[in-house]
């Protein structure tokens, strides 16, 4: 559902620029937050409630998107909406440095050292597929419906709750009392230090990480003009959008099992040079749409020719 979001809040919503912007920098800006939550969480002992009261806090404020207008006179006239809208997926995002490191620990307790790559690469399989599914259902639904979102993410809501719970009760036994002395602002300047060591003595990965920020500069700046430019430029409906990310994906999938065999015989530096010149190429691929906009139309989706090849160099990204 979330993948079609960012489009929801320009196309239904009619969010400005800036706000879309703030949507997009959102589930990135939480991930800062991260070292301090880890350390949080490797001292509490609860881990189970913990992650069922975070579920409740994070998910339940998406109900109140049911409040939200159904016409576009309404939801233009009143900008509160869009601002409640980035509120309550801020609450949203701030669970992800909580429950997903917690439910891998719970899955890496239940799953021995030898299996726990091929179980999870199939559960990992089996969730992109349902999320294709599901991505591209939903963009039909919002072609028949633009405001239908007010009506599924309250039902998401629910269900992301009962899904937490359920993976909270995997049998879980904290058995690593690693630095109990050390309270938490402790902890965290030890990460801190921790941190700064290794990016002065491995300077493979200190080059690696500077070429990450620099590739996260990037995504940021131009993930939101995409979103725009989908809108207003190429006027694409959902189910073009939905297609086009779900082709990636697809993908990704393909290409990964390559990938992650040249992963383990090259300098992360090198492999690295691949994933951003599938970035530079993907956004070629895009701005080459705008000036030779050569399309044609199946099944109700908008194809563009350069826009395929575009999909090709995205999925090349993602699997990367």
């Known amino acids: 559902m979330l993948a079609l979001n960012e489009f929801v809040f320009v196309k239904s919503l009619k969010g400005s620029d800036f706000q879309l912007s703030i949507l997009i920098q959102i589930s990135a800006v939480v991930l800062v937050?991260?070292?301090?939550?880890?350390?949080?969480?490797?001292?509490v002992r609860n881990k189970k409630k913990l992650l069922q009261i975070v579920a409740i806090i994070t998910r339940l404020p998406l109900i109140l998107l049911i409040f939200f207008p159904h016409t576009e006179a309404e939801t233009i006239a009143n900008s509160y909406y869009h601002w409640a809208f980035l509120v309550i997926f801020l609450i949203y995002f701030f669970a992800q440095p909580i429950i997903y490191p917690t439910i891998n620990l719970f899955l890496k307790n239940i799953f021995s050292q030898d299996n726990f790559g091929k179980l999870y690469s199939i559960s990992t399989s089996i969730n992109k597929i349902v999320m294709m599914v599901v991505t591209f259902l939903y963009g039909l639904l919002l072609d028949y419906d633009h405001y239908s979102f007010i009506y599924v993410f309250p039902i998401i809501g629910v269900l992301g709750i009962v899904s937490v719970y359920l993976l909270s009760l995997i049998k879980y036994e904290d058995t690593e009392y690693l630095e109990v002395h050390l309270n938490i602002f402790e902890s965290i300047k030890k990460s801190f230090k921790d941190m700064r060591n290794i990016i002065r003595n491995n300077v493979p990965y200190k080059h690696f990480e500077w070429a990450f920020m620099y590739y996260g500069f990037a995504f940021l700046g131009t993930v939101s003009i995409i979103t725009i430019f989908y809108e207003s430029e190429l006027h694409l409906n959902y189910s073009s959008v939905a297609f086009y990310r779900n082709s990636y994906n697809i993908i990704?999938?393909?290409?990964?099992?390559?990938?992650?065999?040249?992963?383990?015989?090259?300098?992360?530096r090198r492999f690295g040079v691949i994933t951003f010149c599938s970035i530079l190429l993907y956004?070629?691929?895009?701005?080459?749409?705008?000036?030779?906009?050569?399309?044609?139309?199946?099944?109700?989706?908008?194809?563009?020719?350069?826009?395929?090849?575009?999909?090709?160099?995205?999925?090349?990204?993602?699997?990367?």
Do not use: Q, S
């Open 252 to 268: 990704a999938i393909l290409t990964l099992p390559f990938f992650g065999r040249l992963l383990g015989k090259i300098d992360p």
């Open 33 to 43: 937050f991260t070292i301090f939550f880890n350390e949080y969480l490797k001292k």
């Open 283 to 320: 956004l070629l691929c895009l701005l080459l749409t705008y000036y030779f906009p050569v399309h044609f139309e199946l099944l109700g989706l908008k194809l563009y020719l350069f826009m395929l090849l575009f999909v090709i160099f995205h999925g090349i990204f993602a699997a990367t």
